[in-house]
């Protein structure tokens, strides 16, 4: 693994860094790069601002490993209250969410009555809700969790990480629900014996990742690919493979992060590809900026300049 890559995921579990950075006006002034702002109101006005040049939006609240039900039951308040925003603002715009921040490290029966409660809400908004994928201690609760969602609600996405050395039999056992997966490459300090090491092969475990979800049987049993990658290679592999199959632009999405790779993002929409962009809001934004820096290290030239710009 790249020793910067490496030593930024360890700075990500730093409660000591994430303290200091926290109060750091020139690391706040940084992470505005990556975020519009804190608040769900700044990501939507960001938000409304693609949605008239022709992206759909995903949000998230960021957060995690809540400790008490009282939290769990705050945030599902907050996502409740952040959907019925979301209609006022009449923007395409879905939920992406942990099922940390709903108490699985409590109860994941709780986290269940959770998600289960927004997947319905959801559902009664035309949206599809998102689960996202956290670090391999939680991969097996995150799926079983998922699983029980879908014998509920159609419109309930989960997300991949094809750096897993398991994603493939994952794949494979996800894919008789017909099931909408967000796949990425990954971004949690994982060990070799669990996840690929060299960028190449994880590169390689997301294209055939990829194909297996475009595969004909895939989409026949309602299986839908949501490719999550700033790679450009990757990018233009996927789409010729898409095309090599006859398949849409429309009939498969790319979801990209919020200042990052903006000039890809125009080009997509410019070509006719469902394109969404996932907007993070929220106080609790210092282990996932260090992820964030972790998956593309040339991005800290530009935390450096903010540090020394007035």
Known sequence: M??????????????????????????RRAVLKF?????????????????????????????????????ANEVTRHYVQALEQIGSAGVDCEISLKLTQLGLDIDPELALEKAAELAKRSAEAGRRLWIDMESTPYVDRTLAIYRRLRERHAGVGICLQAYLRR????????????????L???????????????????????????????????????????TATHDPALISRIQDLAASRGIARDGHEFTLLYGIRRETQTRLVSEGFRTRVLISYGSYWYPWYMRRLAERPANLGFVLRSAFSR
């Open 167 to 182: 994603t493939q039999a994952d794949l494979d056992s996800l894919l008789p629900l017909g099931p909408a997966v967000r």
């Open 184 to 226: 990425v490459k990954g971004a949690y300090a994982e060990p070799q014996s669990l996840a690929f090491a060299d960028k190449r092969d994880t590169d390689e475990s997301f294209f055939r990742l990829a194909d297996r979800l475009l595969a004909p049987e895939a989409r026949a049993a309602g299986a839908r690919l949501t």
């Open 35 to 71: 975020m519009p702002g804190e608040r769900l109101e700044d990501a939507l006005r960001a938000g409304g601002e693609l949605a008239a040049r022709g992206f759909g939006l995903v949000v998230t609240r960021l957060g995690e490993n809540i400790t008490e039900a009282a939290e």
């Open 2 to 27: 790249n020793p910067v890559r490496s030593l930024l995921l360890a700075a990500s579990q730093s409660d000591w860094l994430r303290r200091h950075a926290t109060t750091n006006p020139a690391a």
